[in-house]
């Protein structure tokens, strides 16, 4: 993924500085941006700007990339951020390694905050592949009317099959190719178990393709295909530099808090 950047290259300081910067997008960067505002901690949130109109969480926001691990090494430097906490999406890979990278050039500590992955129970009929050629891979070889839940970004993967109908969920609409028989749903979870076995049902879903992101917001999904004994394509998630890591906001809050002292 290409990290977008800000269109003046904007690296002075905040006012107040803040001493903590959380990297999020997420529903654990909401929730830690909410807990370190009630304890009285002075933070900025940075969000990457690819979602439209994207929940914002309490306090301070930027929005836009930082131009790649140089920039946001200035930035960390410009502003004499004490912390920086990745709380993004377990597969924004780019962002994790060039926040890995300037935290450590800048001197400045890194946190990982990263929801626990899912875990196949015994009713789960699950295909687990390295990535998304390989998910697509996979699709040609199982599935003839396939729910597609891996973002907007990666549809183009799948743009070629033509086997196959695709029901797209997506919140923004995709830009890239799109495979020749599809239709584009748009939504955003969290979603119930209720409504996603009628989703299956009514589509005549046969596979479900998904990232393992993990959490509860878009599990239902999974509980709901194993209901129905469908198979399951679950993308296995990018290998991540080795820094702290923790997968829950009080657990964050309290490293954060010793970090601090």
């Known amino acids: 993924m290409t990290e977008p950047t800000e269109p003046n290259g904007r690296t002075d300081p905040i006012e107040?500085?803040?001493?903590?910067?959380?990297?999020?997008?997420?529903?654990e960067?909401?929730?830690?941006a909410a807990a370190?505002?009630?304890?009285?901690?002075?933070?900025?949130?940075?969000?990457?700007?690819?979602?439209?109109?994207?929940?914002?969480?309490?306090?301070?926001?930027?929005?836009?990339?930082?131009?790649?691990v140089d920039g946001l090494r200035e930035w960390l430097a410009s502003n004499r951020i004490r912390v920086v906490v990745d709380a993004t999406h377990p597969?924004?890979?780019?962002?994790?390694?060039?926040?890995?990278?300037?935290?450590?050039r800048a001197g400045v500590p890194l946190l990982r905050l990263r929801r626990d992955p899912w875990v196949p129970g015994e009713r789960d009929r699950w295909v687990r592949v390295p990535d998304l050629p390989a998910a697509?891979?996979?699709?040609?070889?199982?599935?003839?009317?396939?729910?597609?839940?891996?973002?907007?970004?990666d549809v183009g993967v799948f743009a070629?099959?033509?086997?196959?109908?695709?029901?797209?969920?997506v919140v923004d609409p995709p830009t890239s190719a799109l495979p020749p028989r599809h239709e584009i749903l748009r939504s955003r979870g969290p979603y119930d178990y209720a409504s996603e076995l009628e989703l299956l049902r009514r589509n005549e879903i046969d596979l479900l393709v998904t990232k393992n992101s993990g959490g509860s917001l878009t599990k239902a999904k999974l509980d709901?295909?194993?209901?129905?004994?469908?198979?399951?394509?679950?993308?296995d998630r990018p290998a991540e530099p080795d820094v702290p890591t923790v997968s829950d906001v009080e657990s964050a809050r309290a490293l954060l808090e010793g970090l601090l002292r």
Request: charged content about 15%; overall charge positive.
């Open 16 to 27: 107040p500085t803040p001493e903590i910067l959380i990297l999020g997008g997420t529903g």
């Open 29 to 32: 960067a909401r929730a830690l």
């Open 36 to 68: 370190l505002d009630d304890a009285g901690y002075s933070f900025i949130s940075s969000l990457a700007g690819r979602v439209g109109n994207p929940r914002l969480p309490v306090g301070p926001v930027r929005i836009g990339g930082f131009g790649g």
């Open 91 to 104: 597969f924004a890979a780019t962002i994790t390694r060039n926040a890995a990278q300037a935290a450590a």
């Open 136 to 153: 697509a891979d996979a699709v040609r070889r199982r599935g003839t009317r396939v729910l597609l839940t891996t973002g907007r970004q």
């Open 160 to 169: 070629d099959i033509h086997t196959a109908w695709f029901l797209i969920r």
């Open 224 to 235: 709901a295909a194993a209901t129905l004994g469908i198979d399951v394509v679950v993308v």
